[in-house]
């Protein structure tokens, strides 16, 4: 019988904290401190047994929602796989699901947080250079900032993943995010062992990266893989890149060269991944526009993400009234994607905007920057936020009409 979800007999995730989980929606929170070998037996248990793991309800919910998930994903690249290379692949037609020790066919390399860059809805849990601005955060704004944690699990080292790829012949997909990838002390010795084995043309490279640093040696052996996919995260142009993300590198300075590098390898699939927060919301068509500059011919693809944490910058946390604004500078019907951020924006419901004023200002002391330099247009939400705050003594939403005060584009 095959298992509501496959992925706790074929995935592994290495996750920043060290532990090693199914996947990486998998919420590892309500097992406490029982181990990893421990979660996946109990996971493996429950899936046998009909019942939803506690760690999986999330993903479950979200599929419900969307009518796709990790495990959707998951199920139909088994299928692509199956018939693209049915000689591996056709084990799984007959394999039992058991409580057993999986069999890899992918793995998500995310155990590093090592990064060279510091974003503003980021953390210490993928960026090491967040670790002192949190801790110190924390202390000044309990509510919002959580102490940074220490690993509580040794993470796999580098000669125990290389004989995990040997002990596990069909693994295929590999996943590098982190963290910056190409920071991964990982990245280099897997890609070279899956040549020393001549697995190249069976594997998928997948690598999210911030595009700032692509080591030579990556350009020298990659072309050897019958598949790579380069994520490129990015959430604004410019000034706004440099606010969220950038720090000391500028897009069209320093990103877009490594971009048209990548771009020219003949293997790749590309795809910018764009993560919407309460920051970017009147940056999607900029950022749309900056996209289609690239002039890229083929296969390439532009996405959505939400920010779900830090709270305080979830967009949901802006009046619905200031959204709409936003959604009303997208025109419909020219992109699938474009379509999808309006309907995000026009979502009903507020959450709480003082926890995002109070969010950004306590990053612009500590991180430096000026929010309304970079974000204009917020000036009349927060003008108004702060007197209907100021009048109630308490924090109210505006309830002043609100009109983004724009600069001309
Ligand atoms: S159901 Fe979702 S969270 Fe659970 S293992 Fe599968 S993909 Fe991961």
């Keep these: 019988m095959k298992p509501l979800c496959r992925l706790p007999w074929h995935g592994l995730f290495l996750s920043p904290d060290g532990r090693q989980l199914p996947c990486c929606t998998f919420k590892s929170q309500s097992y406490g401190e029982i ?25 479950l919910a979200k599929e419900k929602r969307l009518g796709r998930s990790l495990r959707t994903q998951f199920d139909q690249h088994l299928i692509m796989q199956r018939q693209t290379h049915p000689k591996n692949y056709q084990f799984l037609d007959d394999f039992k ?40 955060l924390a202390e000044t704004h309990p509510k919002l900032f959580k102490k940074s944690t220490k690993n509580l699990f040794a993470k796999m080292t580098t000669s125990e993943v290389l004989s995990l790829i040997e002990q596990n012949p069909n693994l295929y997909h590999f996943q590098f995010r982190g963290g910056e990838p190409f920071l991964n002390p990982k990245l280099k010795p897997i890609l070279q062992r899956l040549i020393e084995l001549d697995r190249q043309d069976q594997c998928i490279i997948d690598i999210t990266t911030n595009g700032t640093w692509v080591p030579q040696w990556f350009f020298d052996i990659i072309p050897l893989f019958s598949w790579v996919n380069i994520n490129i995260s990015l959430e604004g142009t410019g000034q706004t890149y440099q606010y969220l993300r950038g720090g000391k590198f500028d897009l069209e300075r320093d990103i877009k060269p490594n971009l048209q590098k990548l771009f020219e390898l003949k293997n790749g699939f590309f795809c910018f991944h764009v993560l919407l927060s309460a920051f970017n919301i009147f940056e999607i068509i900029p950022t749309y526009e900056w996209i289609q500059s690239l002039k890229l011919q083929k296969n390439f693809k532009w996405q959505l993400g939400l920010v779900q944490a830090p709270k305080a910058l979830s967009l949901y946390n802006l009046p ?17 994607i474009l379509d999808q951020a309006r309907a995000l924006l026009l979502v009903q419901g507020t959450g709480n905007l003082h926890d995002f004023f109070e969010y950004v200002q306590a990053l612009d002391q500590k991180q430096g920057g000026d929010f309304l330099v970079t974000f204009p247009y917020f000036k009349d939400l927060l003008e108004s936020f702060n007197q209907s705050s100021d009048l109630n003594g308490k924090e109210e939403p505006p309830s002043a009409p609100l009109t983004a005060s724009f600069p001309n584009r």
């Design 320 to 336: 619905l009234q200031f959204r709409q604004q936003a959604a009303n500078l997208i025109p419909t019907g020219e992109d699938p």
């Design 97 to 136: 699901y058991t409580e057993s020790s999986p069999y890899l066919l992918q793995i998500d390399i995310s155990d590093s947080t090592n990064c060279n860059l510091k974003c503003r809805f980021c953390g210490s849990h993928a960026s090491n250079q967040w670790e002192n601005d949190q801790n110190e």
């Design 35 to 59: 181990n990893s070998q421990q979660i996946l037996k109990s996971v493996q248990i429950d899936f046998l047994n009909n019942k939803i793991p506690s760690g999986c309800k999330s993903c």
